[in-house]
């Protein structure tokens, strides 16, 4: 790292310097030559979560090998090894009690209470009946500590008091949160509003609670949370409620940024959401025929400057050329710039229905929706309406809305992409095919999400995180199942780069608390540390032994294959088909140590 970056950095924990200088040189520097800068070898399994410590100084990492290990990422150093005796894997590790002592849950359903420096269990609590998948701490209160599990219930602990596990059917007296059938996968704090908390669970939903409105209890429903957030087509989804609790998304990650102001969640089998804590964006209502039969005056015109009319361009030499995830990106760009274009509006639309992937048709309802409340009587707008309500299977409403818009616009049935629309519209409804039935009206309150990132896949792993990087978080970072790390725009969506992190699959991506520095991890049994490099990363011509990309024909084709991956994928049955099978993968295996009752080693199916 250059000696002027790391002055920068020191200057600005001092307060003392322009944070736009620092600013210009992430994007200059920093961001533009990580690197992979060293493989940290301790764990004798997957190592399935890490924590930075607040100054940046140390890294907890827990693994399958059901230890706890302590680094010094800067010098590379491993300074402790705990052995938490939990019983089987360890998902979820935090330090508390001014970073002497350590949280930590596993697969074995308990939650353990260790000590750095005498390397023991100070307590061991086994309240949970399923797996502990993560635990969170308070910022405010270095003495209280959450835990989530797939029993569907958050438990809160005071280290300074003493527990015992209650032996009666009720159970402890702990809980926080209880929910119905859902299990819960996640649980973070809110850095700035400590009373706030967001729940990641296996029914779409991710939840904010304010724990000032909770009361500690056996395990009774908890009330209504303060905010939730739902991708507006996982609402108009054909599936029951009852099957989606156990067949449909998961979330496997939510976390806030460090402003408390927006919701980062990562859906298994399924895209990476961002939301307004605060939105009032609630998931979009299905059009109606009325919508097209009013009439209004347009905000008239955005004129583009040149250098966003020649992005235009390219991104329409993009969508003629069937590259339409490129022409997405585009468009994106550009919108980010002028998001009041009914033009771009419509050109992202007409490339998302082309391109087709998880969640496009909802964002084009979005983008047309958006268009003709800026020009209530742009004909392309309403026309792009119809067709993404087609795509999302609402044959119905988009043939009502297609008898109006013919009246309204006057369009001859001999158009050749009206009668394209129309005859496969009335193709689909004397099939027989049914809309959607929309069974979860009580979540139409649901704020919706800001932005979406796609190009990743998360179906072999319930634990997949999302976080965000950069000064002022201007990027967005995942693992994937195709081993690499992917990092997003976090205002355009854009696929800026992917890094290889991993030989199978990257499961974990911490961001330094202030350097431009990262800590990964996923099935193989090592943590490594990415931080700027004076060289430029390895970028190798064959794609299997690519250690970074940029190149924009290779970020499509991985986004692409990815994509279609998700498609033909379930990822619950998988989940279950690999927790399941564990135990015979592992004899079969050899890696089942008979003497200790646990894996030696991590093997994922």
Partial sequence: MMRGQLESLYNRQLNICDRKTVNEAWARHFFNKLNLEATLKCHGGCVNCLQWNKSGRYLLSGSDDTNVCLWEPLSHKLLVTIPSHHEQ????????????????????????????????VLSAWRCHRHRVKRCCTIDDDEHLALSSSEDGTIRQFDIREGHTCSS??????????????????????????????????SDDLARVYDRRMLSLNHGERTPLALHSFLPGHLLYASEVEEDRIFSGPSITWATF????????CNMGGEQIYLYDVEGKETVVN??????????????????????????????????????????????????????????????????????????????????????????????????????SLHSMGFNRVA??????????????????????????INS???????????????????????????GHCNCKTDIKEANFFGP??????????????????????EVLRVYRGDNTLVNCVQPHPYLPLIASSGLEKVVKIWSPQSEDPENFENINDMLMTNDKEVLTKIASENQEHMDNMNPFPTFAMIQNAAFLNMLDAGVYNSESGRPDACNPS
């Fill in 257 to 264: 940024d460090p402003t408390g102001n927006f919701l980062l």
């Fill in 399 to 424: 043939s009502s809305l297609l008898m109006q818009f013919q009246a309204r616009f006057r369009t001859s049935s001999n158009d050749s992409s009206f009668k394209a629309v129309s005859d496969s």
């Fill in 168 to 201: 009666s059917d009720s159970g402890c007296s702990n809980v926080l949160v209880k929910l119905g059938q859902a299990s819960i996968k996640c649980i973070n704090s809110n850095p700035t509003r400590t009373h706030l908390i967001c729940v990641g669970a």
């Fill in 89 to 120: 894997n360890v998902f979820s590790v935090k330090f508390v009690n001014q970073e002497k002592q350590v949280i930590s849950g596993a697969g074995d359903g308990q939650v353990r209470h260790l000590d750095i420096t005498a390397r023991s």
């Fill in 428 to 454: 689909a409804i004397e099939s027989g095919q049914k809309d959607p039935t929309v069974s979860r009206t009580d979540m139409f309150s649901c704020t919706d999400y800001e932005q979406r990132y796609l």
């Fill in 286 to 387: 299905l059009p109606d025929s009325a919508e097209i039969r009013r009439e209004g005056s347009s905000e008239g015109a955005v004129e583009l400057d040149d250098h966003t009319t020649a992005l235009k361009d390219e991104g329409n030499q993009l969508f003629n050329q069937k590259l339409y995830d490129r022409a997405v990106a585009l468009y994106s760009r550009c919108i980010d710039r002028y998001p009041h274009s009914v033009v771009l509006l419509n050109n992202r639309a007409q490339a998302l229905l082309k391109r087709d992937w998880k969640g496009d048709a909802y964002a084009a309802l979005r983008d047309s929706i958006t268009a003709t409340k800026i020009d209530p009587n742009n004909e392309k707008a309403y026309f792009r309406q119809i067709k």
């Fill in 472 to 493: 002022n978080q201007e990027y967005i970072m995942a693992g994937s199942d195709d081993r690499y790390i992917f990092f997003w725009d976090r205002q355009t969506t």
